[in-house]
């Protein structure tokens, strides 16, 4: 059983023993489990923003705890209903911006090699909406969507340019230079076109070092890219990160073998978002891994391949189970991961299987706003039971796209 109980941070008080559901890096505490013993302390985490924070009743002070539970009690009034269909209108309007989106990205190839200054605008517009949108919030959701029969390279560029957005903001990136990384995500692969390599001619390049090489003309893709954004007048860091977005950080990666400290930020960030896309939506959609799987998968056989700090910082944007991860509750349930707010990461929405709760056997469960349950374990697809599997219907490919609305505060959330 979870001993923390969430309260608002406005009833925060010395005396209060504590936990910080955030990643160690945005916090100034050595520790993320302490007792507030003094008003500087108690200062330092009103500044956090947090909209709630974890305390543990039984190893606080007495007299603030009965009080603090009170005020919890009087002051949260949990709904019962209305929640799946909160999720299903959030879910309309971020889907709406992310097939708009998808249909730029389809207009930005379709001019390529044709028009390439009309292909840089449409880019730049497109990239500068959402480093606006990412500058001037601090709390953004990831949400699983709807591929709606787009193009794999088309879902593919926009991935990549999403997570890259992320992560770089997560590594304090602004202004300018977040611009370029999200350019050069969004456009990394584009020197497909001309080649004509088709969306099945994907190399993962997980071999290990030295072994087989990538094939022509893929391995041409990269300098065809970076030809291409040459020729649309982008600057040397947007070429620099696409011509290294297959390079890994001990040598291994192709076309030039660079080390991590050959390669510049925003080339790592895009080799390693592009890697982990590719892991979740290989070319055969049957061998793709789950996104926790993925994320397994880098931190451990692959992890030699990536700065510390950027694969760390990966894992603190997404979370242990990013959205399109299969898990099961700590009740016994099984559901799939809908939507990650990267300022809590580690307390996911869930889409979850029931058959008594109606609304099509399906329940949304906000992790964050839940004093009991939790995430037992990441499971793979065969493990899904066939009903849950067929009710929660999952894309063949994982798409995903953001938002800035913050999520209201309750203490459960059901249909």
């Not at 990013?322 to 099961?328: D, R």
């Not at 990650?340 to 580690?346: D, F, M």
Request: charged letters at 15%; proline letters at 5%; glycine letters at 8%.
């Amino acid at each position: 059983m979870n001993r923390f109980v969430a309260i608002d941070i406005g009833q925060l008080r010395l005396g209060m023993y504590v936990h910080l559901g955030v990643g160690w890096l945005r916090h100034p505490f050595p520790v993320n489990s302490f007792k507030i013993t003094t008003e500087e302390q108690l200062k330092t985490l009103q500044s956090l923003k947090l909209s709630q924070i974890q305390f543990d009743p039984a190893r606080s002070d007495p007299e603030v705890t009965e009080d603090a539970v009170a005020d919890k009690a009087e002051s949260e009034k949990p709904s019962q209903a209305g929640s799946l269909e909160n999720w299903r209108a959030t879910m309309q309007s971020v889907q709406e911006r992310f097939q708009a989106a998808l249909a730029c990205f389809d207009a930005v190839q379709a001019m390529v090699p044709a028009d390439l200054s009309a292909a840089r605008a449409r880019s730049d517009e497109m990239v500068g909406d959402y480093v606006t949108q990412l500058a001037s919030e601090r709390d953004i959701s990831l949400h699983l969507m709807f591929e709606g029969g787009r193009s794999s390279a088309s879902v593919h560029g926009l991935n990549t340019a999403v997570m890259s957005l992320l992560l770089g903001k997560a590594l304090g990136m602004q202004d300018q230079s977040l611009q370029d990384l999200g350019v050069a995500a969004l456009l990394h692969d584009l020197g497909k076109i001309p080649l004509h390599i088709p969306a099945s001619d994907c190399v993962l390049n997980q071999m290990a070092a030295g072994t087989v090489q990538p094939t022509f003309p893929y391995a041409h893709h990269v300098g065809e890219s970076v030809a291409l954004t040459q020729a649309m007048g982008y600057a040397p860091s947007v070429t620099t990160a696409i011509a290294q977005h297959h390079e890994w950080a001990d040598g291994s990666g192709f076309p030039l073998g660079l080390l991590a400290a050959d390669m510049d930020m925003g080339g790592q960030i895009l080799a390693l978002v592009n890697n982990y896309e590719r892991l979740c939506n290989p070319p055969t959609a049957l061998t793709g891994m789950t996104p926790h799987e993925a994320l397994a998968s880098l931190y451990g056989q692959y992890r030699h391949r990536y700065a510390p700090e950027v694969l760390r910082a990966l894992v603190q944007t997404l979370g242990v189970y990013p959205p399109g991860s299969w898990v099961e509750l700590s009740d016994g349930s099984q559901g799939m991961v809908v939507c990650v707010n990267t300022r809590q990461a580690l307390k996911p929405s869930v889409l979850v299987y029931k058959p008594e709760a109606g609304q099509g056997n399906r329940q949304v469960v906000e992790l964050a706003q839940q004093l009991e349950l939790g995430i037992r374990r990441g499971l793979h697809k065969a493990q899904i039971l066939p009903k849950a599997l067929a009710v929660l219907q999952p894309n063949q490919h994982l798409c995903y796209f953001f938002d800035s609305s913050v999520t209201a505060v309750a203490e459960k959330v059901t249909s």
